[in-house]
């Protein structure tokens, strides 16, 4: 078994060592051009020239749970695409997003702004009644995260394109429900995965359906996010704040908006990061059950481009 490991912007040592220890039955290599056809590769963000000269590929492993760079190479069609499913970053999503609320329900940033001018403050207690949370995507990280936002007693909703069940959660699916569910919330967090369906779904029109004084909290793509109608909606006052993860361009420029504007809290992409050990460990079980003929989970449906 021969597997080439192709990952923008990671140590390739670690992950060679890595994928070794785990899979010492097999030939582990660091991808170059004009490498010999590999049977698996582990990727991610890989040119296209890597797919070009290896048509052989029974399958890749993606290092992250998104997929949507790799979706807009061209893969052949018999190459099959696995994502990572959580290997650790389903429990960071959720504290980053439970922190995200939390500081905005219990305005500790307004609190943060009195305490550095030597205010001491008090603010009137908001009912968790009045602050619904919505959760837009119910994959393996939507769903840790509207059950641990349950914890903490708010309303929560969900949202999916397939009809889900998850105790504690007002669950809501498909596009003709999409609508009476975002006017439940008033707390957005995005976790939809990047498909041509999806860009661009956070506009003026989808954004204004929250309940007034919303707050948008998006850790999923920065193409969700229309940023002028995000802007509009933030100096309108329809929208209270929001806390933004990523970005249609990472780094953020320095000139972008988003880093002086005063609702917006601005993080370096840095919600759930990949953790080595964990999808080495995930992604090495993957490789022998496709080896040996078996499903995985976390393979990607291309139509529907998750």
Known sequence: MRITFCCADSKPEPWLEGLRAALPQADVSLWQAGAPQADYGVVWSPPQQFFDEQPGLKAVFNTGAGVDALLKLRVAAHTQIVRLDDAGMSVQMAEYVCHAVIRHFREFGAYEADTRAGQ?????????????VGVLGLGVLGERVARSLAQFDFPVHGWSQSARQIAGVRCWHGTDQRDDFLRQCKVLVCLLPLTPQTENLLSQRTLGLLRPGGYLINVARGAHVVDADLLALLDSGHLAGATLDVFRQEPLPAAHAFWKHP?????????ARTLRDESIAQIARKITAVHSGQSVAGTVDRDRGY
């Open 120 to 132: 001491w403050s008090f603010r009137k207690p908001r009912s968790r009644a009045d602050f619904p």
């Open 263 to 271: 609702k917006i809290t601005v993080t370096p992409h840095t919600s």
